[in-house]
Nanobody
Framework: QAQLVESGGGLVQSGGSLRLSCAASGFDFSKWWMNWVRQAPGKDIEWISAISGNGEDTRIADSVKGRFTISRDNAKRTLYLEMNNLKPEDTAAYYC???????????????RGPGTQVTVSS
């Protein structure tokens, strides 16, 4: 059974940095696109970034371009999101998801973890 578990969130001041991790198990990690998505209270879920199975192809949303970097370590079955110059509008629960192909859509039944909360104070 596929499982994803996010970690690394926390409370940080505006301009600060965090590194999120997503530990994967129960599926062939290297064969899946992996994504980071986020959801702020009262808002729709937002796709943030994606990375191909071999890590060679990465995509990033305009809202975080230049500040966030996605990466993966297939040997460790772990996905990462390096977040720099954080802003209060980045406050949200962050989730990792897996998809067969690149997409910015986030289906309601997509496999995702319990999430990790990021709170950025001004």
């Amino acid at each position: 059974q596929a499982q994803l578990v996010e970690s690394g969130g926390g409370l940080v001041q505006s301009g600060g940095s965090l590194r999120l991790s997503c530990a994967a198990s129960g599926f062939d990690f290297s064969k899946w696109w992996m994504n980071w998505v986020r959801q702020a209270p009262g808002k729709d879920i937002e796709w943030i970034s994606a990375i191909s199975g071999n890590g060679e192809d990465t995509r990033i949303a305009d809202s975080v371009k230049g500040r966030f970097t996605i990466s993966r370590d297939n040997a460790k079955r772990t996905l990462y999101l390096e977040m720099n110059n954080l802003k209060p509008e980045d406050t949200a629960a962050y989730y990792c998801t897996r998809t067969v192909y690149y997409t910015q859509l986030v289906p309601s039944d997509v496999t995702r973890g319990p999430g990790t909360q990021v709170t950025v104070s001004s």
